[in-house]
């Protein structure tokens, strides 16, 4: 089970840290990704990293601002997010790989945040 959250409103240029937690399993064995999905929008993809922490992998439209990182010892995932845009506002969520390696084949998915960034 995955449970996002950090969400909420805020100014663009300003940060927020989203926080993905798992329950019941092996967090390491599992690469983790974070998508989001804007009103009218299909879900994109926004980066993924690997179950040890060591590939991460970003969309051209964050790189650079957003940082993905895990802490396996507490089952966590964070997504930190810079200099928000105003098209960063979505619904956030973390999905689970099916492998420690990112193979894009998210098998387990949390339940969304909402970011709104105001112009």
């Known amino acids: 089970q995955l449970q996002a959250s950090g969400g909420g409103l805020v100014q663009a240029g300003g940060s927020l840290r989203l926080s993905c937690a798992a329950s019941g399993r092996t967090f390491s064995s599992y690469a983790t990704g974070w998508f989001r999905q804007a009103p009218g929008k299909e879900r994109e993809f926004v980066a993924a990293?690997?179950?040890?922490?060591?590939?991460?992998d970003y969309a051209d439209s964050i790189k650079g601002r957003f940082t993905i990182s895990r802490d396996n010892g507490k089952n966590t995932v964070w997504l930190q997010m810079n200099s928000l845009k105003f098209e960063d506002t979505a619904v956030y969520y973390c999905a689970a790989d099916r492998s420690p390696v990112v193979t894009g084949r998210y098998v387990y998915w949390g339940q969304g945040t909402q970011v709104t960034v105001s112009s």
């Open positions: 990293i690997s179950g040890s922490g060591m590939y991460t």
